[in-house]
């Protein structure tokens, strides 16, 4: 009997950049990335709801790409929001526009999109020739602040968010802050729950900082709103790239904070309750069984339930109250779906400190019930 072990490692440089009218003719950054790859030709994708708030975008992107004698293989408009996750109908016409445009792994998708767009087109991209290069272009706050820097896509299966999907280093990132203007202001809004997520678990001065800013966030100012985003990519980014398991090798999800009981209500409500709601619910519910735990002093608590209240981000929603034939909270599930879907033992982060997290591998029913019986009654309060 042999055995030859070959180690394998890939450097991947993961290019993550942040601008403001990506494809205004005088802004070399595309332009430069483009040239940087080698490949020539690219096929843009582009979601309907922002070629219909920014109608000049395609004429420009057509201009920018004349004028830079780059090959454009068309711009691609087509639907976004979770219903292009729903299905593979999305997936399969970006492998049949792939094949027919010949794109091959040197040349380039670029998908202009919010997180799930991004998601879809995305794992079209990485799966037509086994990984077409990505340019990504997000244009929500949650993605920006999160998904777009990440190196997942997927669409959802079985009735399960990113059931099928695949890991792939997108070519580059452009955070186009622009973007963020059109966007309804409550889904922008609850966007920025990811940059509270990754805050808590990775840098207190960060959750101070959104702390003395929430009032501004709440309003959207511009200034507030793309330094929050900024921060957020960055330490999401930073976190794939030199924490040790980029494709999520091990069982510590530190970015996955309050996301075990988030897929769950998500999954729960039909995929009506957006994931920026569910996490903000998801988080507030793990935040609470922290102090049960005795790991997080109440006063941090309070402290983060009131950067939620002034940011109007959701603290409870009913989907917590289902309950199975037995009588059973159906968001307990969630944990070993979580579990399931992660591999590995179950491993679910929770908080010492704003800034500071601590991985447990299980979590007690009961103080699971409590926690949710007490945010009820908050709930009940703030509404009177
Ligand atoms: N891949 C990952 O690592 C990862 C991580 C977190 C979340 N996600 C996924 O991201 C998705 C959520 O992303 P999202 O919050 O961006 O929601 P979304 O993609 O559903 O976009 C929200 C809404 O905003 C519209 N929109 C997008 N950009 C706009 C703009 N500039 N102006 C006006 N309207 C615009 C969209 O059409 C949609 O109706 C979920 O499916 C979630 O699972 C993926
Ligand atoms: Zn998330």
């Known amino acids: 009997m042999e055995r030859f072990d070959f180690p394998i490692s890939i450097p991947f440089n993961h290019r993550v950049c942040f601008t403001r009218e990506a494809f205004a003719v005088s802004n070399p950054l595309v332009q430069d990335l483009l040239v940087e790859g080698g490949g020539r030709r ?25 004028q830079a004698s780059l090959e454009l293989c068309g711009i691609e408009i087509k639907d976004g929001g979770e219903a292009a996750k729903a299905d593979d109908s ?25 997180g799930a767009f991004l998601d879809a087109i995305g794992f079209g991209a990485a799966t037509a020739h086994r990984g077409v290069r990505l340019m990504r272009f997000p244009t929500t ?10 190196v997942k896509n997927g669409i959802n299966a079985f009735g399960k968010k990113n059931w099928v999907g695949s890991f792939a280093v997108p070519y580059a990132v452009v955070n186009d802050f622009l973007f963020l203007r059109t966007q309804d202001p ?30 501004a966030l709440a309003q959207l100012l511009p200034d507030a709103l793309e330094e929050c985003v900024k921060r957020s990519a960055l330490l999401h980014a930073r976190h794939i790239a030199l924490g ?32 920026a709601a569910a996490v903000s619910v998801g988080l507030w519910l793990d935040v609470n069984y922290s102090v ?58 929770l908080l010492r400190a704003p800034g500071i997290g601590v991985d447990v591998h299980e ?22």
Not at 194 to 199: C, F, L, R, S
Request: proline share 2%; charged share 25%.
């Open 244 to 275: 040790g398991d980029p494709y999520e090798m091990g069982s510590s999800r530190p970015l996955d904070f309050g996301h075990w009981a988030a897929h769950k209500m998500e999954q729960l409500s039909s995929f009506t309750l957006s994931h």
């Open 141 to 150: 706050t949650l993605s920006q602040d999160d998904s777009g820097v990440g």
């Open 292 to 349: 049960k735990a005795g790991l997080l002093d109440a006063s941090s608590a309070a402290r983060i339930g009131e950067v939620l209240e002034i940011m109007e981000l959701p603290m409870f929603h009913e989907t917590l109250l289902q309950r199975d034939a037995h009588g059973k909270l159906k968001v307990l599930t969630g944990l070993e779906e979580f579990r399931e879907h992660l591999g590995g033992r179950l491993t679910v982060l």
């Open 90 to 114: 999305l997936v399969r016409a970006v492998w049949d526009k792939i094949e027919k445009e010949k794109i091959d792994r040197h040349s380039y998708v670029l998908c202009i999109g919010g």
């Open 42 to 66: 690219a096929l843009v994708y582009l979601e309907r709801s922002v070629a219909d708030a920014w109608p000049m975008l395609e004429g420009q992107i057509s201009a920018y790409f004349a």
């Open 186 to 215: 409550e889904i922008s809004r609850q966007g920025l729950i990811e940059a509270i997520k990754v805050a808590l678990v990775k840098d207190g001065n960060f959750f101070a900082w959104i702390e003395e800013n929430a009032a």
């Open 363 to 384: 979590m007690n029913a009961n103080l699971i019930e409590q926690c949710i019986e007490e945010m009820q009654y908050g709930a009940l309060q703030v509404n009177g």
